[in-house]
């Protein structure tokens, strides 16, 4: 069983895009821009957006955090929207989910200019990575391809099981999964999909996107198969200084023996979402996707 370092990993890709990035810098180009709009002060999108901030000043970019408060209006927020895609000097930006109840998600991510979405949700981009042109695909996806890809992992005419329908992983991952780079034969199970286990057990690789903490159990998975495990759920833990521990989708230890290849939680799927994010942002910054 071999494990799959997605902090080491991610560490490696910040390492080439802060090498990139002074070459810009070095030839007189700008230095790539990231904004991010929080709304509230939701603790996993607080902790989410530091962390990116952060990342930011680690491969060389430049970093903008705009905030509001719960009670802001769909269309305070549409405006600052419409300000950051009027504004050339920020090259990609996000808006951090999950939202206040009262503004419609769909509508903010649709506001967005697809040339600066490098969250990957608008659907231009969706529609796009779905008929295989080029895209700014969402971070998850983007990473775990990127984990297969440099783990040098056989996709091409395997058995790939997707555990989970999710606009923001599971659907794109089944796309990019069955697309001509990977050329797996995708099954996508969910919570409504008969005979699960079963459907699990045959998979040569197994995606869980699920957000049900330790669902998977040994019995689901096949001997030697790869599992990617997406899963971060808090759950309450007294021997963290936080008082939770995160848990992936699936019974590591049970798990891992049976595997030939595991990530982690965390330290898998997790810091690759994070460099997806910053690989977007260089593409937008570089022009490479849209001119």
């Known amino acids: 069983m071999q494990l799959i370092d997605g902090n080491q990993t991610a560490k490696d890709i910040k390492a080439e895009i802060k090498q990139q990035v002074e070459g810009i810098i070095a030839r007189g180009g700008k230095q790539p821009h990231l904004a991010a709009i929080l709304v509230g002060h939701d603790g996993g999108s607080e902790s989410y957006v530091a962390y990116k901030i952060k990342d930011c000043e680690a491969v060389g970019f430049k970093s903008s955090l705009i905030r509001f408060e719960d009670d802001v209006t769909e269309t305070e927020l549409l405006a600052k929207i419409e300000e950051l895609n009027n504004d050339d000097d920020v090259d990609g930006f996000i808006v951090q989910l999950p939202l206040p109840r009262h503004i419609p998600e769909n509508n903010i991510l649709e506001a967005i200019n697809y040339k600066k979405d490098v969250d990957g949700f608008h659907p231009v981009n969706v529609g796009r990575m779905v008929i295989g042109l080029p895209a700014f695909v969402s971070a998850t996806p983007y990473g775990i391809v990127e984990l297969i890809k440099r783990y040098g992992i056989e996709t091409s005419g395997k058995n790939c099981v997707v555990v989970g329908r999710s606009q923001i992983v599971g659907r794109p991952m089944s796309v990019l999964m069955s697309q001509k780079e990977m050329n797996a034969t995708v099954t996508v199970a969910h919570s409504r999909t008969k005979n699960l286990k079963e459907v699990c057990a045959n998979a040569d690789i197994l995606i869980c996107a699920l957000g049900s903490p330790e669902f998977i159990k040994a019995n689901m998975v096949k001997e030697g198969a790869v599992v990617i495990d997406v899963g971060t759920t808090r759950v309450p833990s007294q021997e963290t200084k936080s008082g939770f521990r995160l848990k992936g989708d699936v019974l590591f230890d049970e798990v891992a023996p049976k595997c030939s290849y595991i990530t982690p939680v965390p330290g898998g ?15 937008a910054a570089t022009k490479e996707i849209y001119s």
């Open 269 to 283: 799927v997790g810091p690759m979402t994070r460099v997806s994010l910053l690989q977007n942002t260089l593409l």
